[in-house]
């Protein structure tokens, strides 16, 4: 049996292990895939940390990761239009294709969803097992690190996707890895004016480098007052990737009459906000989970294709063995993204 390396999570318990293991064997419409390059999300960054979410969600033993970009190795004998060698990323949502949802061409909220290293083993190895139905090709030649960030890619294009964003005034509300990409792609979209605001300076410098108008310290800054004198009447739109309640009631503040919102950064305790502000402004609040499949998928395709550049938001590369060191870095915030090569 051939062996390979991986990042596990061992035990009930914060930090991970790099392990070797088994090289997992594919079922009849599963491929294997050759890891080239790896990112860390948030998420994996909540089970290195342990918080209540992953001590709650997580069953070790289990290989975590899933944003990837690799190369085909293996095809199940049921799978047809994948062959080896073809670079790929994937779709990190297995969904069940039974429920409600699944059956109404709105997988990405199934009831039943198993996501790629958090309920399965994940791609922080140098080889992974992926549900061929989840394959994303990739253009020949395509930068690998690009196709390994599809998948927060697609959150934000989710995010952006519910407005037009030709012609209007947007603001981002925190400007982590998701944040940043919503920026670029407002930018790419034709947004007239972008307010980005951040605590942290190292991401508010990222966030003018993606293409950002103004840039607002969320800490010290008023976020209204800064729109209102750039915009006369507020924002039409808000993007809100922070998970901050204040950065919420700031930018929904900030918004004009008829404005809309999309929610998307997760907010860890109860939140309020201003109601009475929502239905006298008429705001229309919309909560984004996960990426359509896969319209979000040829959306992202068609930007990448025609010239929207997300390069400028990984910032860092890191060995599989220095997980920690690139572990601490993205808990100390002053990164974009983040990379680690198997
Ligand atoms: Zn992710
Ligand atoms: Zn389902």
């Given at each position: 049996m051939a062996l390979m390396r991986a990042l596990q999570k061992?035990?009930?318990?914060p930090g991970l292990e790099l392990c070797e293991v088994d090289v997992p064997k594919i079922g009849p419409n599963q491929v294997l895939v050759k890891i080239e390059v790896a990112a860390i999300c948030g998420t994996d960054l909540h089970i290195y940390n342990w918080d209540t979410w992953s001590a709650n969600r997580l069953h070790p033993p289990v290989i975590i990761g899933h944003e990837f970009a690799g190369r085909i190795v293996q095809v199940g004998?049921?799978?047809?239009g994948l062959t080896e060698g073809m670079l790929v990323t994937a779709e990190g949502h297995f969904t069940c294709g039974r429920c409600y949802y699944c059956r109404t061409?709105?997988?990405?909220?199934?009831?039943d969803v198993k996501i790629l290293g958090v309920d399965t083993d994940g791609i922080f190895a140098e080889y992974a097992v992926i549900d061929a139905g989840n394959v994303w090709p990739l253009p020949e030649g395509f930068d690998p690190g690009v196709g390994a960030v599809h998948d927060p890619l697609g959150n934000a294009f989710h995010a952006a996707s519910?407005?037009?964003?030709?012609g209007k005034s947007v603001i981002v509300t925190g400007c982590g890895p998701i944040g940043l990409f919503c920026i670029a792609i407002a930018r790419h979209s034709g947004a007239k004016l972008i307010i980005a605001s951040d605590t942290n300076e190292y991401r508010r410098n990222l966030a003018r480098q993606v293409g950002a108008d103004y840039v607002v310290?969320?800490?010290?800054?008023?976020l209204e007052t800064v729109v209102r004198e750039a915009t006369g009447i507020g924002a039409d739109v808000l993007l809100e990737m922070s998970g901050s309640s204040r950065a919420l009631r700031s930018g929904l503040r900030a918004l004009r009459k008829g404005g809309a919102a999309s929610l998307l950064g997760i907010f860890s305790d109860d939140v309020s906000i201003d109601l009475d502000a929502v239905i006298f402004k008429q705001l229309t609040l919309y909560g984004i989970n996960g990426r359509r499949m896969f319209d979000t998928w040829y959306q992202m395709k068609a930007a990448l294709e025609g010239g929207?550049?997300?390069?400028?938001?990984i910032t860092h590369k890191f060995k599989l063995e220095e997980y920690a060191e690139a572990m601490e870095l993205m808990n100390s915030g002053r990164c974009g993204k983040v990379l680690l090569i198997p």
């Open positions: 061992r035990s009930a318990g004998k049921n799978v047809t061409g709105q997988g990405h909220i199934c009831d519910a407005h037009c964003l030709l310290n969320g800490g010290d800054e008023e929207l550049d997300i390069r400028p938001v």
